[in-house]
T-cell receptor, first 112, second 113 residues
Framework: NAGVTQTPKFQVLKTGQSMTLQCAQD?????MYWYRQDPGMGLRLIYY???????DKGEVPNGYNVSRLNKREFSLRLESAAPSQTSVYFC???????????FGPGTRLTVL | GNSVTQMEGPVTLSEEAFLTINCTYT??????LFWYVQYPGEGLQLLLK?????DKGSNKGFEATYRKETTSFHLEKGSVQVSDSAVYFC????????????FGSGTRLSIRP
């Protein structure tokens, strides 16, 4: 049982480049989430998907897009990376009963 | 709106000391409450949870009791170890928040040998 997996683990981009962060879960959860974590800022929600086929903005959606490809997969895309998007990105999926979330190992992204 | 407030860190203790990390919340309805732990270089892991008033969540020697009268969910451990050094996040989930969890800002805990 792999839980929540994320790829890649590390990435360095130049300003203006694009990339997609991949996330998959094997727990049959309906809800999936993308967060960013910056020093001293805690976790901030970027986008979430309450169920397959739906996505909604979180606290800090600007500069990002998401796709809920199917029930298992939820990707995050940076169309034109900026240095302000240097961060650690976490994907999570949520259980049905009490909404507890399970996190992936994170992607460390540096934008130069 | 819903919110979580936890004590600021860093908290530094000696091994075998007693730990308390305070957490209070503001929420409508009856939220579920959680403590998550993040070890260096890793993602967040669910440490314990409580889903209704007076429930006590426990795991790995950590405990927290859901106190509705004081809107609190303080994390405690009787004897900490060096391996408990991590960042701890208090969080709540309310059905009215569309499956979202509200996280506190995190408390960094360092344990001296």
């Amino acid at each position: 049982n792999a839980g929540v997996t994320q790829t890649p683990k590390f990435q360095v981009l130049k300003t203006g480049q694009s990339m997609t962060l991949q996330c998959a879960q094997d727990m049959n959860h309906n809800s999936m989430y993308w967060y960013r974590q910056d020093p001293g800022m805690g976790l901030r929600l970027i986008y979430y998907s309450a169920s397959e086929g739906t996505t909604d903005k979180g606290e800090v959606p600007n500069g990002y897009n998401v796709s809920r490809l199917n029930k298992r997969e939820f990707s995050l895309r940076l169309e034109s990376a900026a240095p302000s998007q240097t961060s650690v990105y976490f994907c999570a999926s949520g259980g049905l009963i009490v909404n507890e979330q399970f996190f992936g190992p994170g992607t460390r992204l540096t934008v130069l | 709106g819903n919110s979580v407030t936890q004590m600021e860190g860093p908290v530094t203790l000696s091994e075998e000391a007693f730990l308390t990390i305070n957490c209070t919340y503001t929420a409508t309805g009856y939220p579920s409450l959680f403590w998550y732990v993040q070890y260096p270089g890793e993602g967040l892991q669910l440490l314990l949870k409580a889903t209704k008033a007076d429930d006590k969540g426990s795991n790995k020697g950590f405990e927290a009791t859901y106190r509705k009268e004081t809107t609190s969910f303080h994390l405690e451990k009787g004897s900490v170890q060096v391996s408990d050094s991590a960042v701890y996040f208090c969080a709540l989930s309310d059905r009215s928040s569309a499956s979202k969890i509200i996280f506190g800002s995190g408390t960094r805990l360092s344990i001296r040998p």
